[in-house]
């Protein structure tokens, strides 16, 4: 995978290297190579290559440096053994988002279910071992009731290739966009990066779903209280229903436009 742009990358690859007749498995970071191509240095991203015993595949995941994490994705940490041969000894959620990056850590920004063009890496476990793999079935070495799975297994990760309209690429050409104002969403028609997604969605329902929100929200007929009826209506002190959401809905629509403007500015102000 080519570096062109430190400051945009989001999506980075991750190495799974296991052997295939032991229980003993890990997952690590890339390395970075330089490669003089075309009169000029190109960077790269890369996993070493694989030793006698070894069988190494690549996924990809969201790099961790976003603060705070984006909505539906989670920050992992798999902790290696130090001792070889290497094999990872935990996977976890992080709580704090300021990772620390150790030799025998590796921290990566992935989903806690399925989201399209995502695949499921799944954590077995045998005593102090925990063998991530692709294969839901855990390998066929030692007592079968001694494997368990982590709590948190399976995870989401960007498989190597894609497959979309028909064609195969690169997992790590995958885009952003945004998807009903709220979140960013992985989609192959895209071009933004991660952070160019996150600093243009604004966290707000989208104008179209406003009114249907407000009267989800505050209008519903749950009896509220001795006499019945909700908090909203009673504040208004009984005014009829459509001028009740005639007035929520453009409070929302005027506080939506102000985010909106709002966050603008701080790009301008960026740029």
Not at 22 to 27: L, P
Not at 71 to 80: G, H, S
Not at 183 to 202: F, K, M, Q, T, V
Request: aromatic share 12%.
């Amino acid at each position: 995978m080519e570096v062109k742009d430190l400051a945009t990358l989001s999506i980075f690859p991750l190495c799974l290297r296991a052997d295939p007749k032991t229980s003993f498995a890990y997952i690590s970071n890339p390395t970075l190579v330089r490669k003089d191509r075309g009169g000029g240095e190109r960077f790269f991203l890369a996993c070493p290559p694989a030793t006698a015993r070894e069988k190494v595949q690549i996924f990809y995941a969201i790099i961790p440096a976003y603060v705070p994490i984006p909505p539906e994705m989670i920050v992992f940490t798999a902790e290696n053994s130090l001792t070889v041969p290497k094999y990872t000894t935990e996977v976890r959620q992080e709580r704090d988002p300021n990772v620390v990056v150790l030799a025998d850590r590796v921290s990566f920004i992935a989903w806690p279910g399925a989201v399209p063009y995502t695949v499921p890496l799944y954590l077995h476990r045998l005593k102090d071992k925990v063998y991530p793999s692709f294969n839901p079935n855990h390998p066929d070495i030692g007592p079968k009731k001694e494997w368990t799975q982590e709590l948190i297994s399976p995870i989401y990760v960007i498989p190597e290739t894609v497959t979309a309209d028909g064609r195969n690429f690169p997992g790590y050409e995958l885009g952003f966009r945004c998807y009903h104002g709220s979140r960013c969403i992985l989609d192959p028609h895209a071009e933004e990066s991660l952070l160019d997604c996150l600093n243009g969605c604004a966290q707000v329902p989208p104008l179209e779903n406003i009114f249907d929100y407000v009267r989800r929200a505050f209008l519903s007929k749950k009896v509220s209280g001795e006499h019945g009826g909700t908090t909203v209506k009673k504040f208004f002190g009984g005014a009829p229903n459509w001028l009740i959401l005639s007035l929520l809905t453009l409070f929302f629509i005027s506080l939506a436009v102000v985010i909106v403007k709002s966050q603008a500015r701080r790009r301008q102000g960026r740029a």
